[in-house]
């Protein structure tokens, strides 16, 4: 089974300063995807960011970042130069690469981007 | 936009009741997803679907069944219903349900369901 922490609740980010969202995870797959979604305030579910288990590399995605740790089993978001776009619910998921391939939810973070 | 549609945007209904939720995938995704988001459960798994045929089941009442038809769009029917079943219910699609950065779920807007 898989699982994803979301420790934060709730953030509050000066307009223009980076942010990171964290994320931990737990699973016994050994091939396995991440991603971030995006949830604005009018309830839409937006994809953001993809990071493979075997990814070499970071992936990025415009001003969307994620720091890959896989000994720490964590993959936090980062996002460069907030705008207040950016408020919004961001949730973490995962799913393994064989068998069932439904995406398992983090409790998500609600960002506020402050003018 | 996903390119994955939901109908309707909202439902308002009465406990005990039955309505059926419409999904279509994006233009040649063989796979739908149906999600439960709610206040308490937080986003939860319910069925998946590929081209047709049922793929896995999650944590899906017996009141709830669902269907993928030949043209590929989806529909979740919800019967019996009660007032803890008021949420917004996503369904998302993918390519091919096998795994890897091609196959990310791209979700639809979602449908607003109010028991009363």
């Known amino acids: 089974a898989q699982k994803i922490t979301q420790t934060q609740p709730g953030m509050f980010v000066q307009e223009k300063e980076a942010v990171t969202l964290d994320c931990t995870y737990d699973?016994?797959?050994?091939?396995?995807?991440l991603f971030w979604y995006k949830q604005p305030s009018s309830g839409e579910m937006i994809f953001l960011i993809y990071?493979?288990?075997?990814?070499?590399q970071n992936a990025t995605e415009g001003r969307y970042s994620l720091n890959f740790q896989k000994a720490r089993k964590s993959a936090n978001l980062v996002i460069s130069a907030s705008q207040l776009g950016d408020s919004a619910m961001y949730f973490c998921?995962?799913?393994?690469?064989?068998?069932?391939?439904?995406?398992?939810f983090g409790t998500g973070t609600r960002l506020t981007i402050i003018p | 936009d996903s390119g994955v549609t939901q109908t309707p945007k909202h439902l308002i209904t009465a406990t005990g009741q039955r309505v059926t939720l419409r999904c279509s995938p994006r233009?040649?995704?063989?796979?739908v997803y149906w999600y439960q988001q709610s206040l308490d459960q937080g986003l939860q798994f319910l069925i998946h679907?590929?081209?047709?045929?049922?793929?896995a089941k999650g944590n899906i009442l017996e009141r709830f069944s669902a269907q993928q038809f030949p043209d590929l769009h989806s529909e979740l029917n919800l019967s019996s219903l009660e007032l803890g079943d008021s949420a917004l219910y996503f369904c998302?699609?993918?390519?091919?349900?096998?795994?890897?950065?091609?196959?990310?779920?791209?979700f639809g807007p979602g449908t607003r369901l109010t028991v009363l």
């Open positions: 998302a699609s993918s390519l091919a349900g096998r795994g890897g950065r091609a196959d990310t779920q791209y």
């Open positions: 699973t016994s797959d050994q091939s396995y995807g």
């Open positions: 990071q493979g288990s075997y990814d070499e």
């Open positions: 998921a995962m799913r393994p690469h064989f068998g069932n391939e439904k995406l398992t």
């Open positions: 233009s040649g995704d063989l796979s």
């Open positions: 679907y590929y081209n047709g045929e049922e793929r």
